[in-house]
């Protein structure tokens, strides 16, 4: 543990944060040069591999929840609601839901909209190519170890909040309408977020605002990463996105309706999420987990690919304000049940996650106090 802290050092000291550690290879421009084998950097190592013997049965899936109901006009909450979602964050780290407020045609627009982006030629794209500093984007890869075996995915990242984050020139502007699009998108998301985050304080017995207020009230970060995943020419072998917990507070997928690929840990289990449409697919990230002391859990996922179909997903992440310590609530610590972790700011441990790239559940377990 304390070797990658140190390793992060060395790297910011030779300023490496500003490049990637070797030329840059588009997936999709591989995947569009019909080849037969799969290059070896995109090879895991056995253990990693999708396998399917070991898989759930292909009727598990996560819980899905109709939140129809649980914003009622007169304030009060569904019981019954509330405890799917109490249930859901402690046993799970993942649910889905329906009913959530954002319009399915905004939802379609916006995946369709990004589809049409990524379908330009790779050469159109390199205008917004990415570095590791701010990851925002047109990017082929996480993290910046030297000769990673790497994932099996394009992406862009851009930031929608705090406002001096948001800046239209690193947002694409094909097709015409796609900044409209994510702007309003964003704003949606951002406010079933913050239904989402009264819920998961009211659980646990706190006022609603708790939550919210320890991640910097009206401060908080909003980032969206879009996945686009190509068709793969030996998908046994690949990862789309190696297994991982999502760094920040909670993060609000737009899956492929079409097309499976979510894979989430469940005792030991790989479950493969089978997305209902229009559906929202929630989960707990690291700072909601550090909150809460390890009650709601960040749970381990990734993306596997396949050989018939691309698939395009959109990873909106609610964030803390990046400059405020997160630490385990007041409320839910006691000498029988001291903290966890001790205080960190988001910008501290975002650090880690961009040098090192995905790596399991490894951020937030190297973060837990020393006992
Ligand atoms: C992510 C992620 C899942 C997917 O972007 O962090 O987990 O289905 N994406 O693309
Ligand atoms: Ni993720």
């Known amino acids: 543990m304390n070797k990658n802290k140190k390793d992060v050092k060395i790297e910011i000291k030779k300023g490496s944060m500003d490049e990637w550690p070797e030329p840059i290879v588009r997936v999709q421009s591989l995947a569009e040069s019909n080849l037969s084998s799969l290059p070896e950097r995109y090879i895991k190592p056995a253990f990693q591999r999708p396998t399917t013997a070991e898989d759930a049965p292909a009727a598990t899936n996560i819980p899905i929840i109709d939140l129809e109901g649980l914003f009622s006009e007169n304030g009060s909450c569904d019981d019954v609601i509330m405890a799917r979602i109490s249930e859901a964050c402690r046993e799970w780290g993942f649910f889905q839901v329906l009913n959530h407020g954002v319009r399915p045609e905004l939802m379609d627009a916006a995946r369709e909209s990004w589809r049409e982006f990524f379908h330009l030629p790779v050469n159109a794209k390199e205008t917004y190519s990415n570095s590791p500093r701010t990851y925002e984007g047109y990017g082929s890869r996480l993290g910046v170890e030297k000769g990673a075996i790497l994932?099996?995915?394009?992406?862009?990242?851009?930031?929608?909040?705090?406002?001096?984050?948001?800046?239209?020139?690193?947002?694409?502007?094909?097709?015409?309408?796609?900044?409209?699009?994510?702007?309003?998108?964003?704003?949606?998301?951002?406010?079933?977020?913050?239904?989402?985050?009264?819920?998961?304080?009211?659980?646990?017995?706190?006022?609603?605002?708790?939550?919210?207020?320890?991640?910097?009230?009206?401060?908080?970060?909003?980032?969206?990463?879009?996945?686009?995943?190509?068709?793969?020419?030996?998908?046994?072998?690949?990862?789309?996105?190696?297994?991982?917990?999502?760094?920040?507070?909670?993060?609000?997928?737009?899956?492929?309706?079409?097309?499976?690929?979510?894979?989430?840990?469940?005792?030991?289990?790989?479950?493969?999420?089978?997305?209902?449409?229009?559906?929202?697919?929630?989960?707990?990230?690291?700072?909601?987990?550090?909150?809460?002391?390890?009650?709601?859990?960040?749970?381990?996922?990734?993306?596997?690919?396949?050989?018939?179909?691309?698939?395009?997903?959109?990873?909106?992440?609610?964030?803390?304000?990046?400059?405020?310590?997160?630490?385990?609530?007041?409320?839910?610590?006691?000498?029988h049940n001291p903290p966890l972790y001790p205080p960190m700011t988001f910008d501290q441990y975002r650090l880690f996650i961009r040098t090192q790239g995905p790596r399991g559940k490894s951020h937030v377990e190297s973060h837990i106090s020393p006992r």
């Open 151 to 335: 994932d099996w995915s394009d992406y862009y990242y851009l930031h929608l909040l705090p406002p001096p984050l948001k800046d239209f020139n690193k947002w694409p502007s094909f097709p015409p309408t796609i900044r409209e699009v994510i702007d309003e998108y964003g704003d949606e998301v951002v406010k079933l977020c913050g239904r989402i985050m009264r819920v998961l304080s009211s659980n646990l017995g706190l006022e609603e605002d708790k939550f919210q207020d320890a991640f910097g009230g009206e401060n908080i970060g909003a980032c969206l990463r879009v996945n686009y995943y190509p068709k793969c020419p030996r998908p046994e072998l690949a990862l789309g996105l190696s297994s991982h917990s999502d760094p920040g507070g909670m993060t609000i997928l737009l899956p492929d309706d079409q097309v499976y690929g979510l894979q989430v840990l469940k005792d030991d289990t790989w479950i493969t999420v089978k997305p209902h449409p229009h559906a929202f697919i929630v989960n707990i990230g690291d700072q909601i987990q550090i909150l809460s002391n390890s009650v709601y859990k960040s749970v381990e996922h990734r993306v596997i690919v396949n050989s018939e179909k691309e698939r395009v997903s959109l990873a909106f992440f609610y964030n803390p304000k990046s400059d405020i310590p997160i630490q385990p609530l007041q409320e839910l610590v006691s000498t």
